[in-house]
């Protein structure tokens, strides 16, 4: 039903930036929310930022804000995040998430997590 795909990952020098970007696909009028998530090596996949449709209301993680910028473009289907001040910490590979609710005859149904391919960021010291 949703289909998302990431790109923008790559290599960048402490203290530097990149913009990741996130098109998704389909039936994206039944997406609720859409997020940034991360995993590093050996560790649990973490929620960086998201964004609630509609309200356009966002949230960080408390390790990114005041860094990070999370947006979406609903005409282009597209969400994007402007990550500035780059450390080590985020390092990992970035996964474009959207969370959709399908109405059917019986009402809502259970939420469905889509998911992109990840991309992968790494930040030198």
């Known amino acids: 039903q949703v289909q998302v795909v990431e790109s923008g990952g790559g290599l960048v020098q402490a203290g530097g930036s990149l913009r990741l970007s996130c098109s998704a696909s389909?039936?994206?009028?039944?997406?609720?929310?859409m997020a940034w998530y991360r995993q590093a090596p050996g560790k649990q996949r973490e929620l960086v930022a998201s964004v609630i449709s509609g309200s356009g209301g966002t949230n960080y993680a408390d390790s990114v804000k005041g860094r990070f910028t999370i947006s979406r473009d609903n005409a282009k289907n597209t969400l994007d995040l402007q990550m500035n001040r780059l450390n080590a910490e985020d390092t990992a590979v970035y996964y474009c998430?959207?969370?959709?609710?399908?109405?059917?005859?019986?009402?809502?149904?259970?939420?469905?997590?889509?998911w992109g391919q990840g991309t992968q960021v790494t930040v030198s010291s």
């Open positions: 998430n959207a969370v959709v609710v399908v109405w059917g005859w019986s009402g809502p149904g259970a939420p469905r997590d889509y």
């Open positions: 389909g039936s994206t009028s039944s997406i609720k929310t």
